[in-house]
């Protein structure tokens, strides 16, 4: 339907409609939101405002939500007419919210199954809920680009929305999840980050896993940045050397979990990307208190985790990324040149690596970690960082 629904922009006529009909009735195998579920939904959440937003224009929408929906009162409808600036810009979320005499944008949640949803809700500062139901088992580009950007949830089918609509943060990535003090399963996401080919890159995906995200200063991030807990913690420790417990917790839970099935065969080897010269060694303050909680909570006996801040360094030479403002390219080609193994002999024992850093953009520090580990004879080598920093929403 997508030709029919892009020629229905500023048309009303009945004919238009009739058309949008007809084809719609041509299919049955459609996925939907039932119609019981959403009048479960304002059954158990009376006070719940229910709406819609979308690219599509109006009679197309309208139309097609009678057919889906049949008696089903929404509270508000903004569709593609209703907004100058429509996906991914958050205006059409901003004109519901007040529409609807609603205040605080951290109260709102837009559910979507695609990428341009989820940075139209950072965009206008919202929580997200990414619905994977419609997806295939074949991810498309799309779908790889939504993970990238980390929701606020993701769930696998409509009647998920139940239990996020009690307490979404008990689905938020862990850290995040940590710092609201909230009960809930360990999320780590995998994001794919990629060397460039300028510097010698393929289409071969470096995982990195992350325990929460970090918004960055753009504009396009200004409304969801003031209230997200992460990035202001992040601001907190940025020149600290003592780090909350909840930032401990999290990496030992992700130790403990991806981990689980070799802590009873084989060692563990966590270090972190190294400070640069003339800095604070943060990350190697921040392993040092990863260890001392193992002293006073250690794994099981037959386990073995050990911990080395020195394990790769920075030559002088390097650069600061903001202080000499590097691009993307040149942030790649910095550590390339200038990340070494300073310590290759603890590679002689057949241990797993964790390499841990603390806000991750390009990906490059950790991609070079790795890079540079298994060339000097690490065999298995995982990158985690404490946050995957989101980027401007409005042009990625």
């Given at each position: 339907m997508t030709e029919l629904?892009?020629?229905?922009?500023?048309?009303?006529?009945?004919?238009?409609r009739a058309q949008v009909r007809k084809a719609y009735e041509q299919r049955e195998d459609r996925e939907l939101y039932s119609l019981a579920l959403l009048n479960e939904i304002r059954r158990d959440f009376p006070s719940?405002?229910?709406?819609?937003?979308?690219?599509?224009?109006?009679?197309?929408?309208?139309?097609?939500?009678?057919?889906?929906?049949?008696?089903?009162?929404?509270?508000?409808?903004?569709?593609?007419?209703?907004?100058?600036?429509?996906?991914?810009?958050?205006?059409?979320?901003?004109?519901?919210?007040?529409?609807?005499?609603?205040?605080?944008?951290?109260?709102?949640?837009?559910?979507?199954?695609?990428?341009?949803?989820?940075?139209?809700?950072?965009?206008?500062?919202?929580?997200?809920?990414?619905?994977?139901?419609?997806?295939?088992?074949?991810?498309?580009?799309?779908?790889?680009?939504?993970l990238e950007h980390m929701p606020d949830v993701i769930i696998d089918k409509p009647s998920d929305l139940l239990r996020v609509i009690e307490d979404y943060r008990c689905f938020l990535p862990d850290l995040e999840r940590r710092l609201y003090g909230v009960q809930g399963s360990g999320r780590y996401d995998r994001v794919n980050k990629f060397l460039p080919k300028e510097v010698g890159g393929d289409s071969k995906p470096v995982a990195i896993f992350s325990c929460g995200r970090s918004f960055s200063n753009y504009k396009s991030l200004e409304w969801r940045r003031k209230w997200h807990k992460l990035s202001e913690s992040i601001q907190e420790h940025k020149d600290s050397e003592n780090f909350a417990d909840e930032w401990i917790e999290s990496v030992r839970g992700f130790i403990s979990a991806h981990f689980r099935p070799m802590l009873f065969s084989s060692n563990l080897m966590v270090t972190v990307v190294p400070h640069r010269p003339g800095r604070t060694p943060r990350l190697e303050a921040f392993l040092d208190q990863l260890s001392r909680s193992y002293e006073d909570a250690p794994l099981p006996k037959k386990s073995s985790v050990v911990f080395y801040g020195d394990v790769l360094a920075f030559k002088d030479s390097v650069k600061s990324n903001h202080g000499d403002f590097?691009?993307?390219?040149?942030?790649?080609?910095?550590?390339?040149?200038?990340?070494?193994?300073?310590?290759?002999?603890?590679?002689?024992?057949?241990?797993r690596i964790l390499v841990i850093d603390d806000v991750s953009t390009t990906g490059a520090s950790l991609i070079?970690?790795?890079?540079?580990?298994?060339?000097?004879?690490?065999?298995?080598?995982?990158?985690?960082?404490?946050?995957?920093?989101?980027?401007d929403v409005l042009y990625g």
């Amino acid at each position: 339907m997508t030709e029919l629904r892009e020629a229905g922009k500023n048309r009303s006529d009945k004919a238009y409609r009739a058309q949008v009909r007809k084809a719609y009735e041509q299919r049955e195998d459609r996925e939907l939101y039932s119609l019981a579920l959403l009048n479960e939904i304002r059954r158990d959440f009376p006070s719940l405002k229910v709406g819609v937003f979308t690219r599509s224009p109006k009679s197309y929408a309208e139309t097609v939500l009678e057919l889906a929906f049949p008696g089903f009162e929404w509270d508000v409808v903004v569709s593609y007419e209703d907004v100058k600036r429509t996906k991914p810009f958050g205006d059409g979320i901003d004109k519901a919210m007040f529409g609807l005499g609603l205040k605080y944008i951290s109260r709102i949640v837009l559910v979507g199954d695609g990428n341009v949803d989820i940075r139209s809700a950072y965009h206008a500062g919202c929580v997200v809920v990414l619905d994977r139901t419609s997806w295939s088992r074949w991810l498309v580009r799309d779908n790889w680009r939504s993970l990238e950007h980390m929701p606020d949830v993701i769930i696998d089918k409509p009647s998920d929305l139940l239990r996020v609509i009690e307490d979404y943060r008990c689905f938020l990535p862990d850290l995040e999840r940590r710092l609201y003090g909230v009960q809930g399963s360990g999320r780590y996401d995998r994001v794919n980050k990629f060397l460039p080919k300028e510097v010698g890159g393929d289409s071969k995906p470096v995982a990195i896993f992350s325990c929460g995200r970090s918004f960055s200063n753009y504009k396009s991030l200004e409304w969801r940045r003031k209230w997200h807990k992460l990035s202001e913690s992040i601001q907190e420790h940025k020149d600290s050397e003592n780090f909350a417990d909840e930032w401990i917790e999290s990496v030992r839970g992700f130790i403990s979990a991806h981990f689980r099935p070799m802590l009873f065969s084989s060692n563990l080897m966590v270090t972190v990307v190294p400070h640069r010269p003339g800095r604070t060694p943060r990350l190697e303050a921040f392993l040092d208190q990863l260890s001392r909680s193992y002293e006073d909570a250690p794994l099981p006996k037959k386990s073995s985790v050990v911990f080395y801040g020195d394990v790769l360094a920075f030559k002088d030479s390097v650069k600061s990324n903001h202080g000499d403002f590097l691009g993307r390219i040149e942030r790649f080609t910095n550590i390339q040149e200038n990340l070494y193994v300073k310590r290759g002999e603890l590679l002689k024992q057949r241990r797993r690596i964790l390499v841990i850093d603390d806000v991750s953009t390009t990906g490059a520090s950790l991609i070079y970690a790795k890079k540079y580990l298994e060339e000097a004879g690490a065999f298995d080598v995982t990158c985690l960082s404490i946050a995957m920093n989101i980027s401007d929403v409005l042009y990625g």
